[in-house]
């Protein structure tokens, strides 16, 4: 199975690129300094950019942060699997390099069916940045991915064309919680749950 196949290419290190709720993702090893490394060669990407973790669940979030607190639970439980990825403090096993040299951890649980089965099989977080060189548009095919990746990436699931709107970015690092980028969770939706906390 194509799935099978990707995550035994990421546990080797490798990179593969599939299809999200809404571009191609770019998927490697969360923990894996190494493979991380990679990413960030690959792509261009300033190493000041962090990515992002996916995880199967609060309780997966929660292992790779300092103070995964109430808010972050209800957030969690409210809104994942959705678009809102949170922003934490990363615990020590977390490469820093992931945090873009901050110690502050971007973590969601997304709905995307092809990578809850790769982070399934893995069997552990998993890094799923855009597929594409940084400072180019992001690819929402795999056509575009080939395009512009050949010769990359290790493998790419081609699942069709991606479209719809991107995740919130809420930052729950500091006492007051901060929206640092509104998606198709509106700010109001996430003051609605953090009420009285």
Known sequence: ??????????????????????????????????????????????????????????????????????????LAEKFWPGPLTLIVPASEKVPLKVTGNTGRLAVRQSKSTVANYIITALNQPLIATSANISGH??????????????????????GGACGGVGATTVDITEPIWKVIKEGSIEEKQIAECLHGM
């Open 1 to 74: 199975m194509s799935v099978e196949r990707a995550a035994a290419l990421i546990l080797a290190g490798k990179l593969v690129a599939f299809p999200t709720e809404t571009v191609y993702g770019l998927g490697a090893l969360a923990l894996d300094a190494a493979a991380i490394a990679r990413i960030f060669a690959m792509k261009g990407r300033p190493a000041t950019h962090p990515l992002i973790a996916h995880v199967r669940d609060a309780a997966e979030a929660a292992t790779l942060t300092t103070a995964w607190d109430a808010r972050a639970q209800a």
């Open 137 to 158: 548009p992001t690819c929402r095919s795999g056509i575009e991915v080939f395009g512009m990746m050949d010769g990359r990436v290790d493998l790419v699931l081609d």
